[in-house]
Structures are given as C-alpha cells and as structure tokens.
C-alpha cells in the first residue's frame, strides 16, 4: 500500500501543519520501523513559495531520522526518472507509466491502481524503488 500524508486545514497556520507533520511522521516511523529513508530533493526554480515549504517540511524528516538514527538517502528527480524510464526529462506520465506497468507485471505486489493514480504517492514510490534498487533488494 502506498500513500500520503494529507494536512487537514489549507488555512492552518504554518507552525501547526509543521508540527502536525512532525508528528504523522514519528507515529509512521514508530509503527513501520524502517531502516532507511530516501527523500527527493528540494527543487524549483518556478514556484519558490512551494520551495521553502517544502525545504520546512524535508527538514522534519531529516531531524526526525537524525533523532531515531536512521540513514537518509537523497535522490533528485532526474536521478529518478532516469533510473525508472531511461530519460532524466521524463514525464510525470511516463514515470506512471513504468510504475503501472511494474504493477501489472506483478514486480509491485499489494498496489491498486487507484493508489497509482496519486501522483504525490506515485514520487514517493519511485523514489523508493530506485532506493531499493541501487541497494540490491
């Protein structure tokens, strides 16, 4: 199963989405107890605003696996899409298209389409699988 973590109010202060966060994010670890944590790195020229919230919110998973001592592996996007597609200025499309098709072919076991639909969902599993791929597993 894959998935996102959605805040509840748009209108919310920053202070209270950060710090909501924070604590969906310790909950996840606690539960699923990864040993590693890839991220995607922070990237944008068009939409600054976006950049720095994003900037917020990837500093909270770093202090959070700083605090339960966890490796963290970083990817940027065209690392991604080249390792899954070929082409480093692929699509987001066509990284769907890889990920569908990896799920039709049974390499993705316990995914429904609907959950490929998600395209945020769809980023992080990408940047999962090459994480996974480049360690062997």
């Given at each position: 199963?894959?998935?996102?973590i ?11 989405k ?6 969906k ?8 107890r990864p ?37 963290i ?10 390792f899954?597609?070929?082409n ?32 945020h969902?769809?980023?992080?599993l990408?940047i999962a ?7 062997g597993?």
């Amino acid at each position: 199963s894959i998935g996102s973590i959605r805040q509840s109010d748009p209108k919310e202060p920053l202070s209270l989405k950060l710090s909501g966060l924070f604590l969906k994010l310790e909950r996840f670890l606690k539960e699923y107890r990864p040993e590693l944590i890839a991220v995607e790195e922070v990237f944008s020229q068009t939409y600054p605003s976006a950049t720095t919230k994003l900037a917020q919110a990837q500093a909270l998973v770093f202090l959070l696996a700083g605090l339960h001592k966890l490796r963290i592996k970083s990817f940027n996007p065209s690392q991604v899409k080249g390792f899954l597609t070929g082409n480093g200025r692929a699509e987001k499309e066509d990284l769907s298209r890889v990920l569908f098709l990896m799920m039709e072919n049974g390499v993705l076991r316990g995914i429904s389409k609907e959950e490929l639909l998600n395209s945020h969902a769809n980023d992080a599993l990408a940047i999962a699988l090459v994480c996974l791929m480049q360690r062997g597993e």
